[in-house]
């Protein structure tokens, strides 16, 4: 039952992260992301201060404030201070991350968050934080279901802000000329993945958090040129890389968020090898019986 | 003040080790990331970063000791890996940069991760402290550390020394140094190796995370005080050096804080007061410039407003309302009333009851605006070859920027005319 919960928890984390990642990468800002994943880490603390609980929704709406505070500050350093936009993109994270864990040492007794939790999470104590009826009933774990939560509302923003969505990403200039703002929904999905990063943080912690929200996507990439397949394509990855990841972690006694992460980029390498439309297999037989017939 | 003293008197040779250690670490870094920085390659600094992790597990499976020689061959050898595999993912699949690094980096470190914990569960006693790499361990360097870190940095600062010429002519100009014969290819490739040293025995003193900042942030903060390549390399070894001082300090007077975070606290707040303080390029001045130019236009198109109304009345000095003003060229009225005050202020106009009215001097500058206005008008459409009815735009633009030296030229090269395509008649200083 542990395995199933834990893989269950895996796969919504990946789900979630993989549907936001589709965006991410087509708008080219797969390192904001990355950069959002690590600069949550002082909003998750000082909401754990505030509120004094993991779990509270004052701790996602803070951290999705911070999300995009982190995304303006980038916008910020690279148009008015004309800053280039890998450096901002660094400055920025680092600068973040590094408070955050200046304030974990600061209020080490306050707060039951360590180090190695923020960079690598333990999805194997998912099962220990069960939600207990008054009668004693289980009714499952506290991660599960908050993932769950935010898969759907993650699926819900989606659904209706396709289009807006779709036209920002693609073709921002003709969406302003329609009347969407693309300011707006560029803040919009990076509150969706602030609050997303929180939410999976203790499962799999800041940096794997990034491999789920870009291999996925970047591996539906390579096998689609529609968008909503792409979609799709990216949940069944996230869902493919967190049980053979779970297997393998369990095989060699290591860390499942890692193991999990590693199975991304084997899922990614098979990808770009064999995709029938993109891989670089088929590409290279395609030109070999070009060069034979037109010899 | 007395640990002050205690500090940097360095009579602990504890605290020695960890002062020298730091800077040695910061100021290479910061040398080598100037570099970085320039070739825009800061996030690949970050993806090194991660990358390493594995390849110190490795080095530590195979040898079975934490012999740094073996780590840091491991680190190398993965910090290349992901490199040459970022590179490998851009150039051969449709995936972009940006992706492949996030992609590469997450991959690397979770298998690193995987390897930490299945080391850690091993019951190998000598794995103990193979997490300082995840976090660093500056305020527990000792001196066999110095004797690596000291030999990694005479290399680096060697290696900068060396090919001091080529890197700053690969980070502007590419495409040139290829021209010439350099071995662009080769020079890149010393470079990223370079990269990768510093990236290796830099996250031992502040982690993985965090260790893209002791790269990239000097660089950064030193680029906006100069324009200079000599300079800014030296400015980010100092800004480098202080942050790794203070990061030590600090560490010392409160033994629970970590170090690596502080460097980089200290390190990112000089880098924010230089994007906003900075002369020149900083964002206060730089919006000092922008506010004083928007003036300078304001200005000179009420005057030109003024005088173009003079024109048409044929008397320059017939006081005018402001709403005679707006009924010839729309402004809001508040900024108007505004722009008129400071023209007042600077002997351009007087203020007669709710009128105002043209000095000499205003009557003058605005004759000025608009004469380059109709002389551009004319030049863009007997020498650059435009329709007369799409020069206005331009002029519009060129009114308030062209200097007198180039006003005389435009005069000069257009034999003085007296009209422009419009028909108007273009204005000089003494009635011709």
Redesign the interface.
């Known amino acids: 039952m542990n395995d199933l919960y834990i893989i269950l928890t895996a796969s919504l984390v990946a789900c979630s992260c993989g549907l936001l990642g589709c965006f991410l990468i087509l708008r080219k800002m797969a390192m904001v992301g990355d950069a959002i994943s690590h600069a949550v880490l002082p909003g998750i603390v000082i909401a754990f201060l505030v509120s004094g609980s993991r779990d509270s929704v004052t701790m996602l709406a803070g951290a999705s404030l911070i999300g995009m505070l982190t995304t303006f500050l980038i916008e910020f350093l690279h148009k008015k201070a004309r800053l280039q936009t890998d450096a901002s993109i660094g400055v920025t994270f680092t600068c973040l991350f590094a408070i955050g864990v200046v304030l974990i040492s600061l209020f080490a007794g306050k707060v039951d968050l360590d180090q190695d939790c923020v960079l690598y999470g333990e999805i194997a104590y998912v099962p220990l934080d069960m939600i207990l009826s008054p009668t004693g009933l289980i009714f499952g774990p506290r991660a599960l279901y908050i993932m769950g939560a935010i898969f759907i509302a993650i699926v819900l923003f989606i659904t209706f802000g396709y289009k807006e969505l779709l036209l920002t990403t693609f073709d921002p200039a003709f969406a302003s000329a329609l009347g969407i703002s693309a300011t707006f929904w560029h803040y919009l999905l990076m509150g969706a993945v602030s609050a997303t990063t929180v939410a999976s943080f203790e499962s799999v912690g800041a940096i794997l958090v990034v491999a789920l929200l870009i291999g996925p996507a970047a591996t539906a990439y390579l096998l689609t040129d529609n968008f909503l397949v792409m979609l799709i394509l990216a949940c069944v990855a996230g869902v493919l890389v967190s049980i053979s990841g779970y297997y393998i972690a369990v095989w060699l006694d290591g860390s499942i968020a890692g193991a999990i992460a590693g199975m991304t980029g084997l899922l990614f390498t098979l990808a770009m090898l064999f995709s029938p439309t993109h891989g670089l297999l088929f590409k290279k037989l395609r030109t070999t019986s070009d060069e034979v017939s037109s010899a | 003040m007395n640990t002050l003293t205690d500090f940097f008197s360095f009579s602990d040779p504890n605290i020695r080790f960890v002062v020298i250690g730091a800077m040695l670490l910061t100021a290479s870094s910061a040398i080598v990331g100037t570099f970085t920085?320039l070739h825009?390659?800061?996030?690949v600094?970050?993806a090194i970063a991660?990358a390493v992790l594995p390849g110190i597990c490795l080095g530590f499976i195979l040898s079975g000791t934490k012999n740094p020689a073996y780590l840091i061959i491991g680190a190398f050898i993965t910090g290349w890996l992901s490199l040459a595999a970022v590179e490998f993912?851009t150039r051969?699949?449709?995936?972009?940069e940006?992706?492949a690094?996030?992609?590469?980096?997450?991959?690397?470190?979770?298998?690193?991760?995987?390897?930490?914990?299945?080391i850690q569960?091993s019951g190998n006693a000598a794995q103990s402290g193979l997490?300082h790499f995840?976090?660093g361990k500056a305020a527990a360097l000792v001196g066999e550390d110095l004797m690596v870190f000291g030999t990694v940095a005479v290399i680096l600062l060697f290696c900068v020394f060396l090919l001091f010429k080529e890197f700053s002519l690969l980070a502007f100009d590419k495409a040139y140094a290829q021209s010439i014969g350099l071995p662009v290819r080769r020079i890149e490739l010393v470079l990223t190796s370079l990269i990768v040293l510093a990236v290796v025995i830099g996250i031992q003193a502040v982690g993985?995370?965090?260790m893209?900042?002791i790269l990239?942030?000097p660089?950064?903060a030193a680029?906006?005080w100069t324009h200079r390549i000599s300079v800014m390399v030296l400015l980010a070894s100092l800004f480098g050096a202080f942050s790794g001082l203070a990061g030590a300090y600090i560490s010392y007077i409160a033994p629970?804080?970590?170090t690596?975070?502080?460097i980089?606290?200290v390190i990112?707040t000089i880098?924010?007061i230089s994007?906003?303080l900075a002369p020149r390029?900083?964002?206060i001045s730089?919006m000092i410039r922008q506010r004083a130019i928007r003036r300078t236009i304001n200005n000179e198109n009420v005057l030109k407003t003024l005088y173009q109304l003079g024109e048409e009345s044929k008397n320059f000095f017939l006081p005018r309302t402001e709403a005679d003003i707006i009924h010839k060229r729309s402004y809001p009225s508040p900024l108007l009333t505004a722009v008129l005050h400071r023209l007042r202020r600077q002997g351009y106009v007087e203020r007669i009851g709710t009128t105002w009215q043209l000095t000499e001097e205003g009557m003058s500058r605005g004759q000025r605006v608009v004469r380059i206005h109709r002389l551009w008008e004319l030049y863009l459409t007997t020498h650059v070859n435009i329709a007369p009815d799409h020069v206005h735009d331009d002029a519009d633009t060129i009114e308030h920027l062209l200097t007198p030296e180039l006003e005389t030229e435009l005069e000069r090269l257009l034999n003085y005319p007296t009209v422009d395509p419009h028909q108007a008649e273009i204005p000089y200083k003494k009635p011709v």
């Open positions: 920085f825009k390659k800061s996030l600094g970050d991660h993912i051969r699949t449709r995936i972009k940006d992706t690094i996030g992609l590469v980096l997450s991959v690397f470190f979770g298998i690193g991760i995987v390897m930490l914990t299945v569960k997490d995840l976090f993985v995370v965090l893209a900042a990239i942030t660089a950064a680029r906006f629970a804080m970590p690596g975070p502080w980089v606290i990112s880098a924010f994007f906003f390029r900083g964002v730089r």
